[in-house]
C-alpha cells in the first residue's frame, strides 16, 4: 500500500508534467492561423489560462501547508469547471450560454462600479473610463443576443442545475468539492469551530486538527485539483482543434485508475 507521502510526491510529479503539457497546448494554440472568433472562445481561453495559474498556486499552498487557502482554490476551480462544462455540453447552444453567462457577470460589475463609483474615483482615476467600456461590451452582447436569439430571459440557471447538464463527470466533482467546501468559502461557522477553542471561546494558536483532517488531506486535494484542471484541459484542446486529444485522454484514464488509491 502506498502511503500518503509517497503518492504526494507521485503527485507532485504528475502536476509538473500537466503544466509541462498545458504550456505545450497554449504554444500549439498560438501557431494555429485564422481562428475563428467567438465569445466562447474568449471564455474558454480565459478560463484555460485562469486554472493553469491556479493550478501552479495551489500546489505552492500544498507545499507550503496552507491547506484551508488550498481548498479554497479548488472550490473556485469547480467553480469553473462546472460553468465550462454547462456551456459546452450542448454545441448547439455554446454561444447562447456563454453570452448568458458574460451578461451576468458584466451586468454585476457594472451596477458594483455605479453604486461605489466615489469611492472608486478616489483609488482608480480611470474608473469611469472602465465604467464606459463595460457599459459599451454590454450593451454590444445583448444587442447580439436580441438580434441572435429573439429573447429577453439572460439569467443563468443556479449553479446546481448547471452542474447536472455539465456531465457525469463535472457534476460529480459539484457533489464532492463544491458543495463541501461552500462552508469555508463563505466561512461557515461549522467549518470555523476548527479554529476555536469553544470551552475558552477563544482562537487555536496550532491547527492541529485541520491538518489532521480527511477534508483537508494535500493528497487527495491535490488528486481532485488535477482531475479539474484535465477537464479544462479537455475542453480547451477540443474547442480549438488542437492535436493533444489521445494524450488528455490517456491521463484522464489514468487518473480515474488512480482513485482506487483513496478509497478506505
Known amino acids: 500500500m502506498i502511503n500518503e507521502k509517497s503518492r504526494l510526491n507521485e503527485l507532485y510529479e504528475a502536476c509538473n508534467k500537466l503544466n509541462e503539457l498545458a504550456e505545450k497546448m497554449l504554444e500549439?494554440?498560438?501557431?494555429?492561423?485564422?481562428?475563428?472568433?467567438?465569445?466562447?472562445?474568449v471564455i474558454v481561453s480565459f478560463y484555460f489560462r485562469r486554472s493553469w495559474e491556479m493550478f501552479e498556486s495551489f500546489i505552492i499552498l500544498i507545499r507550503?501547508?496552507?491547506l484551508?487557502?488550498?481548498?479554497?482554490?479548488?472550490r473556485s476551480l469547480c467553480d469553473m469547471a462546472i460553468n465550462l462544462g454547462y456551456m459546452t455540453a450542448d454545441p448547439n447552444k455554446k454561444e447562447i450560454r456563454v453570452m448568458r453567462l458574460m451578461l451576468e457577470g458584466n451586468r454585476a460589475q457594472l451596477k458594483l462600479i455605479n453604486t461605489n463609483l466615489e469611492a472608486f474615483k478616489e483609488l482608480d482615476s480611470?474608473?469611469?473610463?472602465?465604467?464606459?467600456?463595460?457599459?459599451?461590451?454590454?450593451?454590444k452582447i445583448e444587442?447580439?443576443?436580441?438580434?441572435?436569439?429573439q429573447e429577453e430571459n439572460w439569467e443563468l440557471p443556479p449553479i446546481d442545475q448547471r452542474a447536472q447538464k455539465a456531465g457525469v463527470a463535472v457534476f460529480n466533482y459539484y457533489n464532492i468539492v463544491y458543495r463541501p467546501y461552500s462552508n469555508i468559502e463563505h466561512h461557515n461557522i461549522f467549518f470555523g469551530q476548527d479554529y476555536v477553542d469553544e470551552e475558552k471561546c477563544e482562537p487555536i494558536g496550532k491547527l492541529e486538527k485541520i491538518t489532521k483532517s480527511s477534508?483537508?488531506?494535500p493528497d487527495i486535494t491535490l488528486y481532485m485539483f488535477k482531475g479539474l484542471f484535465l477537464v479544462?484541459?479537455?475542453?480547451?484542446?477540443?474547442?480549438f482543434q488542437l492535436k493533444w486529444g489521445d494524450?488528455?485522454?490517456?491521463?484522464?484514464?489514468?487518473h480515474k485508475e488512480e482513485y482506487k488509491l483513496y478509497k478506505k
Do not use: P
Not at 500549439?28 to 472562445?41: A, D, N, P, V
Not at 480611470?126 to 450593451?139: D, G, M, Q, S, Y
Not at 479544462?232 to 474547442?239: T, W
Not at 488528455?248 to 489514468?254: A, F
Open 143 to 149: 444587442a447580439e443576443w436580441k438580434k441572435e436569439y
Open 247 to 254: 494524450e488528455i485522454k490517456k491521463r484522464l484514464e489514468k
Open 28 to 41: 500549439t494554440c498560438c501557431l494555429k492561423k485564422e481562428k475563428i472568433k467567438s465569445y466562447g472562445r
Open 215 to 217: 477534508v483537508f488531506r
Open 64 to 66: 507550503t501547508g496552507r
Open 232 to 239: 479544462i484541459l479537455s475542453k480547451f484542446n477540443k474547442e
Open 68 to 74: 484551508v487557502d488550498a481548498a479554497l482554490l479548488l
Open 126 to 139: 480611470k474608473i469611469e473610463a472602465r465604467r464606459n467600456e463595460l457599459k459599451e461590451n454590454l450593451e
